[in-house]
């Protein structure tokens, strides 16, 4: 007999029945998720703050106190940094064991109160730099020397040493190139020398070989295939110099230019940092250098901390690349050699401007030099600080912009991308208001978090000189200007800033000298603008 209730189609039925209440059902729960999330945001979508810790004026106190207002406002996080910008030194000099008893005891008072904190790689607000590194594994810039020669004849002397900084200087090849004098009429833009004459080099060779900052580099103009040097024609002489520089060869004949390569540390230093922070900026395209630079400092904080690494203490962080340019390190020439495939000794002598084969030929390996100095940035530095962070279970985030890089590449190796906005006044009559200047670090950051699926997009928010920050500003004020950075991307607003008050009775406190927005527990401000705090909560979980 048919028997309905175990038909097919009574089953088809109640399954879709089922699945319709699911469907009907989800939206409802997610929505009084969504409700809920908004009335009382979770801690996650907080805005943080850039703590900074001045110049030794640190208390145990102020730390507690600090904290608490937090908490009480509703601030989710702190990002610590040790600076000194004209703030008179305190009792606590950086990384001795009072200062890491100190740090120890805030990443303590974190967890006690469910705040986060990610410590900046070093002291200071730029780079990665510290007194442990040594010139060795500072950042390398390529230097070179050059002197005419004729032959046939025999060359017996020490060659000119290339330029260098903190007296360090490693050879890197040495060459004898012939020497094309040519006029400079209708070809490419040319050197003078001592005599008067020209040889034709590549323009604009110093940013397409990475000694400067080049921020467009134009399409070569005139004859691509124009005659350059042939590379068969180049002689390498390395293995001809002594450890004084002193070369013997007998010249061929003709004219010839012996070019003596190598490299120096480019002497940049991370600041503004306190006398006991300073130090070199460690080389950014060598792994093993930022392993020496983590196990001088952070290392040290983590042991330190103990079990609150990963819990408490949740990260580390790259800020301002303010450490000027690096274009070669002890590996380029293997690392070259990996991600190209072929040899770049070759077409060394392009790296000083010399056309090699042609200047296509040589804009081609120029391009795959900047290329392979770019993949290193983003593996080699910002990518593997971030390697030795998640052996600990910390995070990374980094401001990856404003160098001889490919900014896209290296923020997409961050777990929280990080820009920056400013807040520009329009005038002195004390009226609400900003100007918006044409800002990409936020489209730089929120393009490569979406690119590389990350949920956080960072900025540093609302930074400013002393013409627009001091204590003049408020939520009135600035509030606009942070609404239309959510139209640019960003999710997580951290505050520029909050000076550590070390004081209980000061008021207004310490201050970070003449830069950012006020934002500590001194400022009269600060407790109302719990209700502006909870608005940017909300916007940013929405996002």
């Known amino acids: ?37 908004f009335e009382s945001p979770p801690d996650a979508a907080r805005p943080w703050v850039y703590w900074f810790w001045m110049n030794g004026n640190i208390t145990k106190q102020g730390i507690t106190a600090d904290l608490e207002a937090m908490k009480r406002v509703g601030i989710g996080g702190t990002l610590i940094m040790s600076v000194s910008t004209g703030i008179l030194p305190g009792k606590v000099d950086f990384m001795t064991p009072e200062w890491r008893e100190l740090f120890a005891f805030a990443v303590a008072e974190a967890d006690r109160l469910g705040l986060e904190i990610i410590m900046n790689n070093d002291d200071g607000w730029t780079g990665s730099g510290g007194p442990w590194n040594t010139v060795e594994n500072s950042m390398q810039v ?35 190139i012939p020497d094309v004098q040519d006029d400079p009429q209708g070809g490419p833009a040319t ?27 134009d399409p070569v103009v005139g004859d691509a295939n124009a005659a350059g040097i042939p590379s068969a024609k180049i002689v390498d002489l390395t293995s001809e110099v002594d450890a004084e520089g002193r070369l013997q060869w007998d010249v061929p004949e003709g004219n010839w230019v012996l070019l003596r390569l190598g490299h120096t540390t480019n002497g940049r230093r991370n600041h503004p940092c306190t006398p006991h922070g300073v130090g070199l900026e460690c080389d950014k395209l060598s792994k093993e250098a930022m392993e020496k630079h983590f196990d001088g400092f952070l290392a040290k904080l983590i042991a330190d901390v103990g079990p609150l690494a990963g819990k408490s203490l949740v990260g580390t962080h790259v800020d301002s690349w303010e450490v000027g340019s690096q274009n070669w390190t002890s ?16 077409y060394y002598a392009t ?67 990080m820009s920056e906005f400013w ?53 009135y004020k600035i509030k606009a200007l942070g609404d239309r950075m959510f139209a640019e991307g960003v999710n997580r607003f951290v505050f520029h800033r909050y000076a550590m008050q070390p004081w209980m009775d000061r008021l207004p406190g310490m201050t970070f000298g003449p830069w950012g927005t006020c934002i500590e527990r001194t400022l009269t401000w600060f407790e109302p603008g719990r209700a502006w705090f909870k608005y940017l909560a909300r916007c940013q979980h929405l996002l």
């Open 423 to 475: 807040v520009r006044s329009l005038g002195a009559n004390g009226s609400p208001g900003w100007v918006l200047e044409q800002d990409p670090t936020s489209k730089w950051a929120s393009s490569a978090a979406h690119a590389a699926c990350r949920k956080i997009v960072a900025a540093e928010a609302f930074t400013a000189t002393d013409h627009e920050g001091k204590w003049q500003n408020h939520p």
């Open 1 to 37: 007999m048919f028997s309905f209730s175990e038909s097919p189609l009574r089953r088809f039925l109640l399954l879709a029945f089922v699945a319709a209440s699911g469907l009907l059902a989800a939206p409802c729960l997610a929505g009084e998720t969504l409700e809920k999330a």
């Open 142 to 176: 390529l230097t070179s020397s050059e002197i005419r020669v004729k032959g046939p004849s025999r060359f017996d002397a020490v060659l000119p040493s290339p330029p260098a900084k903190l007296d360090y200087y490693r050879d890197i090849a040495i060459l004898a």
């Open 191 to 217: 050197a003078g020398d001592a005599d008067g004459k020209t040889t034709p080099r590549i323009e604009n060779w110093q940013a397409k070989a990475g000694y400067v900052h080049g921020k467009r580099i």
């Open 331 to 346: 590996k380029l020439r293997e690392e070259f050699k990996s991600r190209r495939g072929y040899d770049p000794s070759p």
């Open 351 to 417: 790296l000083v401007g010399y056309i090699v084969e042609s200047p296509e030929v040589s804009e081609r390996f120029l391009w795959d030099y900047r290329k392979t100095l770019a993949d290193m940035m983003a593996d080699n530095y910002f990518g593997h600080l971030r390697e030795l962070a998640k052996k600990h279970g910390m995070i990374m985030s980094a401001e990856a912009y404003g160098g001889d890089f490919d900014y896209l590449q290296a923020a997409s190796r961050m777990d929280i991308p």
